[in-house]
């Protein structure tokens, strides 16, 4: 019903992702945004908003708030409250505003790296300490937590909250109701509210199941400010819309003070209307592109296997964005992340995500974006293994 093999062209449309390269001849396996048009009920709906011809101030209408609800309880058994929701422009400046509003310059956050690079400077833009609790690798390459690091950064007094990534990005993860529980636990007893980042929350491949984290129980709800956006999901990023969700009336009176010093409080009507398109008339749309990113991730698995086995793939269990260990290839080469990404850009006329940007422990790994025409991805995974072969 959908042709998500469609070789769609965005160079030479102010595309950041296919743009900001230089040369027109790269294959960009960057940035968090696919190469496939957005459903066609997104679409329709923002064609019918462009026919009214004015564009002006947006007022939020009820039926905004009733289409994240629904969604939310229908899809993942998470029912929230009408008055929980702050609606804001991304979930960047929503977690930058909740640091602001829970936070005084010199307190310390939690973070899981390798983790999204924009963690650290919103933790750094509001002046407070960042404090890694590193994942752990087990022998099959699976990311797991270290709670017992975490009891003893979350034990310090100035440690106020911790960033969550779920579903993990980049290594792949989707916490399981348990993991989250434990990792609750260790934040209440001392006093560390979660903000946990779930813009990722609706692409989690075959098997497995996103939980999320305040729908886990009454402690997690009352201890956590969830992001969420439908942006990465249906490729709406550049109609910036998104919804910060919290029970706690105190916080959230401050969340809503940050978010309108900060100036993001206003949103425009396109994002409005293609978050209900999405949220109501784009259910079996999702469903489908999920099922053709899974088999886009079988197909980088054979391929890896068959001719790049010196670079180990981390289990894909959410998001587009596979994390790969490059370890052995560098470790014979000499170079670092950063340098093989700039060979691969260079040489190879690929570019995927240097490990290094997501913290120390993404020294090693580069993060491929395979969200995007499977024949355009093989193109690319044949580059990365013509540059590969030859170091």
């Known amino acids: 019903m959908w042709n998500f093999d469609e070789l769609t062209t965005r160079r030479g449309s102010h595309c950041y992702k296919w743009d900001e390269p230089e040369g027109e001849d790269i294959i960009p396996m960057w940035v968090a945004d696919m190469d496939f048009k957005a459903a066609p009920a997104i679409t329709e709906a923002l064609h019918k908003r462009i026919e009214h011809g004015i564009f002006g101030y947006t007022l939020v209408p009820e039926e905004y708030y009733d289409a994240v609800i629904s969604w939310f309880a229908r899809r993942h058994g998470w029912h929230i409250s009408r008055e929980w929701i702050i609606y804001t422009s991304g979930v960047v400046p929503a977690i930058s505003a909740v640091i602001k509003a829970l936070t005084v310059p ?49 034990s310090d007094p100035r ?22 529980s434990r990792l609750n636990d260790i934040c209440m007893r001392h006093g560390v509210t979660v903000i946990s980042d779930e813009i990722h929350c609706e692409l989690v491949m075959p098997g497995f199941k996103y939980t999320p984290f305040a729908s886990i129980s009454d402690e997690c709800r009352d201890n956590s400010i969830i992001c969420t956006s439908p942006s990465k999901a249906f490729n709406t990023a550049g109609l910036q819309i998104a919804n910060i969700i919290c029970n706690n009336n105190e916080s959230r009176n401050r969340i809503d003070r940050a978010i309108n010093d900060n100036e993001v409080c206003d949103v425009n009507p396109f994002g409005v209307e293609a978050l209900m398109a999405a949220y109501n008339d784009s259910e079996d749309w999702l469903d489908s592109l999920v099922r053709y990113l899974h088999g886009n991730y079988n197909a980088l698995l054979e391929f890896f296997s068959e001719k790049m086995p010196d670079i180990r793939i981390t289990p894909l269990e959410g998001t587009y964005l596979v994390w790969a260990d490059c370890r052995r290839i560098l470790a014979k080469s000499g170079l670092t ?40 991805m093989t193109e690319g995974l044949e580059r990365i293994k013509d540059v590969t072969g030859n170091i």
């Open 106 to 154: 010199g307190d310390n956050v939690i973070v899981q790296p390798p983790v999204y690079n924009c963690f650290f400077s919103s933790i750094r833009n509001n002046k407070c300490g960042i404090v890694e609790n590193n994942l752990l690798i087990d022998s099959s390459g699976r990311y797991t937590m270290d709670y017992d690091d975490l009891e003893s950064k979350a």
């Open 159 to 180: 440690t106020k909250l911790m960033l969550l990534c779920n579903p993990h990005n980049p290594a792949g993860r989707v916490w399981t109701r348990d993991e989250l």
């Open 337 to 376: 992340s950063d340098g093989l990404t700039r060979l691969l850009t260079e040489k190879g006329r690929v570019m995927p995500n240097s490990g290094a940007m997501y913290g120390k422990a993404g020294e090693g790994f580069i993060r491929i974006n395979i969200a995007c025409p499977r024949s355009r």
